[in-house]
């Protein structure tokens, strides 16, 4: 409520880096970028990116596994969804295959056949003081 809109994906923070597969292409094989992509095709293949956006859109399809800071899915994916920023899934969206997130939406509607896991910053193990006067 009072963070309204933070966190969320946005296309136009990647003007001039933004990718497209348009509707009635078929990309076969991995794909690794910097910025955002479209899908409005179907991609066979991974997609990868460490510091960016995925958007399959209502008619795009993905069969093979996604990575990526930020997912929005209005389509469907086929295989694990790694967004370890913020994931969206639309009205349409279908994946099936496990979800891992740090945040998620999720509109009335979306379809999920596998697990949902957030991801959570590991906690540090005890660590204990080399000695009981360093703990005082």
């Not at 994906?9 to 009635?24: E, H, N, P, V």
């Not at 990868?48 to 899915?73: D, F, K, M, N, W």
């Not at 009205?91 to 999920?112: D, H, I, S």
Request: no cysteine.
């Amino acid at each position: 409520m009072w963070n309204k809109g933070k966190g969320k994906a946005d296309m136009q923070r990647f003007t001039g880096k933004t990718s497209l597969i348009a509707a009635g292409a078929v990309f076969r094989g991995d794909l690794e970028f910097q910025g955002a992509v479209q899908i409005d095709g179907k991609v066979l293949g991974d997609i990868l990116t460490e510091q960016g956006l995925v958007r399959v859109s209502a008619e795009g399809q993905v069969e093979g596994e996604v990575r990526a800071p930020q997912v929005v899915i209005d389509g469907e994916i086929i295989g694990d969804v790694y967004a370890s920023q913020h994931v969206e899934l639309g009205a349409k969206a279908r994946v099936r295959g496990n979800l891992y997130y740090g945040l998620m939406e999720m509109a009335m509607g979306a379809q999920v056949e596998g697990g949902l896991r957030p991801i959570r910053e590991q906690d540090r193990p005890l660590e204990l003081p080399e000695s009981l006067d360093d703990a005082q």
